[in-house]
């Protein structure tokens, strides 16, 4: 399975095109994931104008709001051609995808954040709804991991419920700081923060015997 993961385009898709025609330039992409801030605090009805351009790869979209969208944003995911996984459980091609949008607290206090709390308990009982059975587990958050790929200049800005989840996930899709694109494993989880899509970065991720990353900037 090949992944195209985009975040944070805040509302500038200019960029989305040729993201989309260098990802269609290595092979079939079988799924989308947009891991929030499709907009800049609305409007909502902005995803629709995304999802057209994510159009051309003709694949599923799985997507999250960030917390720089509003949570009626909701809605009008519900509404649209994407999966709102935000809460939900999803499966694709034997892949099992587990959602959580919005972000914990940041000094900004934007439009979608959650309590440590509130994180905590959405992430146990997205895990409690897993098959035991299952293959591969990727969890799609707006908000990285406390202490992995969340460097600012004033320290890490992730999420403590949401480190939580490594060791008991296989693969962590985030964005939210836009500065600290990259990849890391531990734990046996692999973390990737696919970078800001208004500046054109992106990841490529392929998921088959093993989990392997290309970043799709241009």
């Not at 009626?72 to 649209?80: G, M």
Request: overall charge negative.
């Amino acid at each position: 399975m090949r992944l195209l993961a985009i975040s944070d385009p805040h509302g500038d898709y200019t960029q989305i095109p040729a993201l989309v025609r260098e990802a269609e330039g290595t092979g079939k992409i079988d799924c989308v994931l947009i891991a929030g801030d499709i907009t800049n605090f609305g409007p909502d009805e902005l995803a629709y104008e995304l999802l057209g351009l994510l159009e051309p790869l003709d694949c599923p979209v799985l997507a999250i709001p960030g917390n720089c969208d509003n949570r009626s944003i909701l809605a009008t995911l519900d509404e649209s051609r994407a999966i709102n996984m935000d809460g939900a459980v999803h499966t694709v091609r034997g892949v099992t995808f587990i959602g959580i949008g919005g972000s914990n607290p940041t000094p900004f206090d934007t439009a979608f954040e959650r309590s440590e709390d509130e994180l905590g308990a959405m992430l146990d009982d997205l895990l409690s709804r897993i098959d035991p059975g299952r293959g591969w587990v990727v969890l799609l958050s707006h908000a990285p991991p406390k202490n992995t790929l969340d460097r600012i200049p004033g320290g890490n800005a992730g999420s403590e419920a949401l480190a939580r989840a490594i060791g008991k996930v296989d693969l962590v899709v985030c964005g939210h700081i836009h500065e600290d694109q990259g990849e890391i494993a531990e734990r046996g989880t692999q973390i990737v923060n696919v970078g800001q899509s208004s500046q054109g970065k992106s990841a490529i991720i392929t998921i088959d015997e093993e989990i392997s990353v290309q970043f799709n900037n241009v």
